[in-house]
């Protein structure tokens, strides 16, 4: 039998070479970067729960009995002292991570299994952990509550979305569309006709199988794909706004602030 040896992570803790640490309150916020040419992969567990969001990059996760190629999108979720070693792609990589005290699921009423289940099911994570890195950089006395709120708000949503086989057919066929037309200009009315349902059936459906209206999820999406865009074209700001179906430059602005907490200026420099 081999021994593994075991790093064990205390509160702000990394193995990465290049990472920010910003604390507030009961919550680490960390972004870690690696430049893809360092890779010394260790057995480490972290003494808190955290979740961990890729914001570009990724590597392949090595769990007690499990194998996880980790890509851009994903979050993950590791309980106290849950043993794991990564390997990097020889190729920059960057990730947020948010470690919080051990009862802060338990004082709200959210079990590990329930959070590991579903932390992959919900587009919001990408958005949401922009927001939480920005909330975390203030380091004030108001920190600590607004990283709760975007936190317990983006846990509600994940229990709230239903899964796929539980929705119904029009609305995987709508999400099909609108997926697919990404970056035109969808209304109401040309959907319910294309899914040929009554426009309230696709308003009440989206708030209780999605946790949104009809225009976030538009909106939020389109932002999605221009922070794919941002990150791996040469493109400018005004014609990423374009491409991604906003009217103007000014109006992109305000959608990716609203939905990040950045200006588009401000995530290229990330």
Not at 57 to 85: A, D, Q
Not at 126 to 135: A, W
Not at 159 to 171: A, I, V, Y
Request: net charge neutral.
């Amino acid at each position: 039998m081999v021994t593994k040896e075991v790093i064990i992570l205390e509160r702000g803790e990394n193995l990465a070479p290049d990472c920010r640490l910003s604390h507030s309150g009961r919550f680490t916020v960390s972004l870690s970067k690696r430049d893809g040419k360092e890779n010394v992969p260790k057995w480490h567990c972290h003494s808190n729960p955290m979740l961990s969001y890729v914001l570009f990059g990724g590597n392949r996760e090595f769990r007690e009995h499990r194998v996880y190629e980790r890509k851009t999108g994903m979050l993950n979720f590791y309980r106290r002292f849950e043993l794991h070693r990564n390997d990097y792609h020889p190729v920059p990589s960057m990730h947020i991570g948010l470690e919080f005290d051990a009862n802060f699921l338990e004082e709200y009423g959210y079990e590990e299994s329930t959070i590991e289940s579903v932390a992959q099911k919900n587009m919001d994570a990408h958005l949401v952990f922009l927001q939480i890195l920005k909330e975390s950089y203030w380091e004030d006395e108001y920190s600590e509550d607004a990283i709760t709120m975007l936190l317990l708000d983006f846990f509600y949503r994940l229990k709230g979305n239903t899964c796929e086989n539980e929705r119904p057919f029009w609305l995987r066929k709508l999400l099909e569309v609108i997926h697919d037309r990404w970056n035109e200009t969808l209304l109401l009315g040309d959907l319910a006709t294309s899914v040929q349902v009554h426009p309230v059936t696709i308003s009440k459906g989206f708030r209780k199988h999605l946790c949104c209206t009809l225009g976030e999820y538009q909106r939020k999406l389109k932002v999605l794909k221009a922070l794919e865009l941002l990150r791996n074209s040469d493109q400018s700001i005004g014609q990423t706004a374009l491409e991604c179906g906003f009217s103007d430059q000014s109006h992109f602005t305000r959608a990716f602030k609203t939905f990040t907490g950045y200006l588009p200026k401000e995530y290229c420099k990330l």
